[in-house]
C-alpha cells in the first residue's frame, strides 16, 4: 500500500506559478512511476505529466508542454509539479498517482494509487 499526500494547490493569477507536491508513503521500497492528473468541474479527469521511477523519463499533455515539469526526489519520496504560466484553463482538482514498477505511463487507469487531490484555481 502507498498513501499518497498532495498539497501546493491555490488560488493564482494567469500567467503565475504554482508547484504542487505529492508525499508518498507505505510500500516506498519498492520501485513505483508516478504520475499527475486533473479533473475540472463537469470533465473526464485527463492526464497531465508522468515520470519513471529513475526520472530518467518523463512525459507531457500536449496543453501542458513547456509549461510544467514533473521531477521527483526518492529520497524523500515526493514528485512536484511546478506550473509556470498558468491559464485559466488550468483550474481543475489536481491527483497524483502511485504506478507499482519502473514505467511511466498516461492512461489513469494503469495507477494503482491516488490521492485525495488539490485545487488549483487560475483567475483571468
Known amino acids: 500500500q502507498v498513501q499518497l499526500v498532495e498539497s501546493g494547490g491555490g488560488l493564482v493569477q494567469a500567467g503565475d506559478s504554482l508547484r504542487l507536491s505529492c508525499a508518498a508513503s507505505?510500500?516506498?521500497?519498492?520501485?513505483?512511476?508516478m504520475g499527475w492528473f486533473r479533473q475540472a468541474p463537469g470533465k473526464e479527469r485527463e492526464f497531465v505529466a508522468a515520470i519513471s521511477w529513475s526520472g530518467a523519463t518523463t512525459y507531457y499533455a500536449d496543453s501542458v508542454k513547456g509549461r510544467f515539469t514533473i521531477s521527483r526526489d526518492n529520497a524523500k519520496n515526493t514528485v512536484y509539479l511546478q506550473m509556470n504560466s498558468l491559464k485559466p484553463e488550468d483550474t481543475a482538482v489536481y491527483y497524483c498517482?502511485?504506478?507499482?514498477?519502473?514505467?511511466?505511463?498516461?492512461?489513469?487507469?494503469?495507477?494503482?494509487?491516488w490521492g485525495q487531490g488539490t485545487q488549483v484555481t487560475v483567475s483571468s
Open positions: 498517482a502511485a504506478r507499482m514498477g519502473r514505467l511511466a505511463t498516461i492512461v489513469w487507469k494503469e495507477y494503482d494509487y
Open positions: 507505505g510500500s516506498t521500497f519498492s520501485p513505483y512511476a
